[in-house]
């Protein structure tokens, strides 16, 4: 039993994400590093599961193997290593470069080789390869929350693994058919709908649990490269490579526009201007320039363009361990993306700007009693708030 027959039927990406948290964590099936929440989650049998690689084609033919970073991956980095194939591991949260190749030293015992395929091993025997390393990649192994068995696939909800994913097109390091392999316990394999897709999501060819492995046969096309009017500046500030990636894409005479590239501001970095925070109201929440200084919430903020009122939603009751971009997911997914987002963590709360009372209203409804993190969230219209403080 998974935590598929709990799901009701038009549930989001984060309702299935906390489901599937919730579901390992009461089970039992869930192996460290915990809690699972807001990871991708490590689950009992995840080296049974990765065992399998070994029996597909794909990876008997790859020479080039990339394989995400995270725990329960492990044993599909050890097989990569084992089978003496170059592992590819991307570089975490992208902060330099992409990938760092794993490269055990000469004569590695089968311990040395386990040792290089953890967390702290891809640290020490890893060599940074450069965007001009011609790297071809001929397997992708990401890690997913839940996936289905058409091959719809859900992250942890930062975008990270599609953004790989689409940096490798652009950099012509995967093709359309270089297959993609996800390793999830059997819960994780849940029905997703399809409407919950994104044109940037990632879909998945092969899907192995400790039990079976399912070949998806997914038709639905991958990521064509990086989708510019989706990536933010802060994005940009944030993942070197991706500037690197741009300027090439921008002489190549693609349309490189950021999302919250306002054409009247163009030509202002808005990056380094932090409080000016002009974002689109549909833009993704992760998108948004930073948050307000902790303590500090101007109502009606004069630097929003063209923003006659704003209407302000109190959130609170958030749980220690939340994270802002756990949140802005959670607003991303049930569509009540704000204009700017003023993060009180250490108060347990958050004030969201809207530019109409209709946003603002049907942002309340949606948050009211949502389960973030095992908490009932508080939402209501702050301006009462303000008085009590």
């Not at 492990?74 to 990569?80: F, I, K, M, N, T």
């Not at 490269?225 to 490579?241: A, D, F, N, Q, T």
């Not at 030509?267 to 948004?288: C, S, Y």
Request: glycine fraction near 8%; charged fraction near 25%.
């Amino acid at each position: 039993a998974g935590p598929g027959r709990a799901l009701p039927s038009g549930a989001s990406k984060w309702e299935i994400r906390e489901k599937v948290w919730e579901h390992l964590e009461a089970s039992g099936l869930a192996e460290f590093p915990r809690p699972v929440r807001g990871r991708i989650p490590n689950f009992k049998g995840s080296v049974q599961a990765c065992c399998s690689l070994g029996q597909l084609g794909a990876f008997s033919r790859a020479r080039q193997v990339k394989v995400d970073p995270d725990k329960p991956l492990e044993g599909a980095r050890l097989a990569a290593l084992q089978a003496r194939k170059t592992l590819l591991v991307p570089t975490p949260r992208l902060r330099t470069g992409l990938f760092n190749r794993i490269v055990p030293p000469p004569g590695a015992t089968k311990e040395i080789l386990r040792r290089c395929a953890t967390s702290q091993g891809i640290k020490d025997y890893s060599v940074p390869v450069g965007l001009d390393g011609k790297a071809q990649v001929d397997l992708v192994v990401v890690g997913s929350v839940a996936v289905s068995e058409k091959g719809w696939r859900i992250g942890k909800g930062e975008g990270y693994a599609d953004m790989e994913y689409a940096m490798m097109v652009s950099m012509g390091a995967v093709q359309e058919d270089t297959p993609v392999v996800t390793i999830v316990h059997d819960c994780q394999v849940l029905d997703i709908a399809e409407e919950l897709l994104d044109d940037h999501d990632l879909t998945v060819d092969y899907i192995l649990t400790p039990t079976r492995t399912i070949q998806t046969n997914c038709k639905r096309p991958k990521p064509q490269g990086i989708i510019w009017h989706k990536v933010s500046s802060e994005m940009l500030r944030k993942i070197p490579i991706l500037k690197t990636l741009r300027s090439r894409e921008k002489q190549a005479g693609k349309d490189v526009t950021l999302q919250d590239e306002h054409p009247a501001l163009a030509n202002t970095n808005r990056a380094a201007i932090p409080n000016k925070k002009v974002m689109a109201a549909n833009t993704q929440p992760w998108a948004a320039p930073g948050s307000a200084p902790v303590g500090q919430h101007d109502p009606v903020n004069p630097k929003l363009e063209g923003s006659d009122t704003i209407t302000t939603v109190y959130v609170g009751n958030l749980p220690g361990s939340l994270r802002v971009s756990e949140l802005k997911s959670a607003l991303r997914e049930l569509q009540v993306t704000p204009v700017q987002l003023s993060w009180q963590g250490a108060q347990h709360r958050a004030f969201l700007d809207y530019r109409d009372p209709g946003a603002a209203g049907r942002a309340v409804s949606s948050l009211q009693g949502l389960s973030l993190g095992g908490n009932a969230l508080r939402a209501e219209l702050a301006r009462n708030q303000r008085n009590k403080g």
